[in-house]
């Protein structure tokens, strides 16, 4: 990241994000570790507790598991930063879809606490983009990473 403001705002942002791991695999645990053999084969949670009993194994609704693999870094600060713009959306959606499924409030607070946060999130990546698009020239306005290419005109 070539800009300064904009390299601390994702450093903050990413400090955040692994906070929010922490506040989420906490949430798991806490509505995990009290269940009854019968309730973990009623709900489904057999396959997963096979494999991980309680514990905390970041995995997807789907069932997919947590790869490095869905990282989309490019390399490139455009391509980038609107990456991070979705990711931060796809977020709130999901912490939307949480609360339309939660009736427990020890669940939904921070769920909203959370959601807040990707709201803010994304309007920080916003700012990133910009600062980053006017310190562009303007001919090369999402033409080229500067950084790499700089012998295309």
Known sequence: MPYAKVK???TDIGTEELGHMEMISAIV???TRDLSLEEIKQSGFDKYF???TTGIYPIAAS???FSAAIFQSTGDVISDLTEDLAAEQKARTTYDNILRLADDPDVKDPIRFLRQRELVHFQRFGECLRITQDNLNAKNFYAFNPAFDKKIK
């Open 8 to 10: 601390g705002t994702l």
């Open 63 to 65: 069932g997919v598991p």
């Open 50 to 52: 096979v494999d991980h």
């Open 29 to 31: 645990y806490q509505l």
